[in-house]
């Protein structure tokens, strides 16, 4: 079996090298020539309107001067004012509605009312026990 395999690559070696040294490869003029046509090509494509792209060639429009544009700003300046300080449905409050103030004594009295409450529930044994101390865990 293998003097066959050895019979049949050597007879098949010399069919593969023809085949590799069949392709030339191209000159410099055909890769020129090749190049110029591409770049014709593709000059032609870039100035060849194509849809989807927009108006190639918008339409004149006449140009105005800083005096007429600065004019045309003082004259919306006022009621972009007005509407930038009006609500605007979907935006939110502007004016969040005010909590109640707490004076500090009567938290300080509600927090150690709460603590005291809970430290007698702790002493009567009402609290749950969690961690390491539970009689629960095994």
């Known amino acids: ?11 098949l070696a010399p069919a593969l090298a023809v085949t590799a040294h069949a392709q030339t490869p191209p000159t410099s003029d055909a890769k020129a020539a090749a190049r110029a046509e591409r770049k014709t090509q593709g000059s032609a494509a870039a100035r060849a309107f194509q849809p989807g792209e927009g108006n190639p060639k918008p339409a004149a429009a006449p140009k105005t ?15 972009g004012a007005v509407a930038a300080r009006e609500f605007k449905p979907g935006e939110g409050s502007p004016e ?9 004594a009567e938290r300080s009295a509600a927090r150690k009312e709460r603590t005291a409450d809970m430290a007698k ?10 961690g390491e101390g539970d009689p629960g865990k095994k």
């Open 1 to 11: 079996m293998l003097k066959f395999a050895l019979a049949f690559a050597v007879a």
């Open 65 to 79: 001067t800083s005096g007429e544009r600065a004019a045309a700003r003082q004259a919306r300046k006022p009621e």
């Open 96 to 104: 969040p509605t005010a909590k109640a103030k707490v004076l500090r």
């Open 121 to 130: 529930a702790n002493k009567a044994g009402q609290l749950p026990v969690f």
